[in-house]
């Protein structure tokens, strides 16, 4: 469900996140990594607290009730903030991080420049590039997705641009049994796809045109069942990682 701004209503429509997007433990590694020696980390844009370090204070910056409220018990409670407009003072912060979240920024310039002002180290910020290959089969199913991801996350440039300083984009591939479900993690359980709480813990549905979301289901349902999704992808699932458009953006000031 979206609001009344066109943004994903995690009010309403975010209750499966944290048992659907759990951390992989693999993907956190490259997170933690970049972070370094930094004591203190603000997290943007925090969720239920998935990749959220624990060795160190975390401030954590939640704008949803529901999320905040999904946050488990040895985690900091989040503030009730936007990044767009940060409570901090400049260069008040060791590192920062925003995973998955960039694409539901209403402003996203000012947001990452607000990122900027308080953040004195490294900012990580785990996205996708829409501009990029990838060997998920999704927009083969449903290609209204494609438009509707290349609008909502746009490339790599769409978050480099507003952040001064120098960058590494580091391509992150995604492991088969990746415990994070969101949509490309599912390259070799496509039957998850059919779970319409799966789905319901990945915004991009909210944000097709009517009637494509029941279309995909009902086509996917129909292949796997007659044996046309095996043979055409079969061969994802004896593959341990994917190659996609996952990124991890490394900005240093």
Known sequence: ????????????????????RRADPR??????????????VLNIGAGAGSYEPMDRYVIAIEPS???????????PPSIKCSADLLPLDDKSIDAAMAILTVHHWPDRAKGLREVR??????????????????????????????????????????????LPGTHKVIPIPVPIDCSD???????????????????????????????AEERFVQKLKADLESGVWEKKYGHLKQQPFINCQLRLIINWP
């Not at 469900?1 to 659907?20: A, C, I, R, T, V």
């Not at 956190?28 to 020696?37: D, F, K, N, P, Q």
């Not at 496509?190 to 549905?205: C, K, T, V």
């Open 1 to 20: 469900m979206l609001n009344s701004q066109g943004q994903f209503d995690y009010e309403s429509s975010g209750k499966q996140y944290s048992g659907s």
């Open 27 to 40: 993907i956190s590694a490259y997170i933690w990594e970049v972070l370094g020696e930094a004591k203190t």
């Open 65 to 75: 009730e529901v999320m905040r409220k999904q946050r488990p018990p040895q985690l």
């Open 117 to 162: 002002r308080v953040t004195k180290g490294p900012i990580v910020i785990m996205s996708f590039d829409s501009s990029a290959p990838t060997e998920f089969w999704m927009f083969d199913y449903c290609p209204e997705m494609k438009t509707i991801e290349q609008k909502r996350y746009g490339d790599i440039h769409s978050i480099t641009d507003h």
């Open 181 to 211: 479900r969101f949509q490309v993690a599912l390259y070799a359980r496509p039957h998850d796809f059919l779970n319409p709480e799966i789905r319901s813990a990945q915004s991009a549905w909210k944000f097709l045109p009517s009637g």
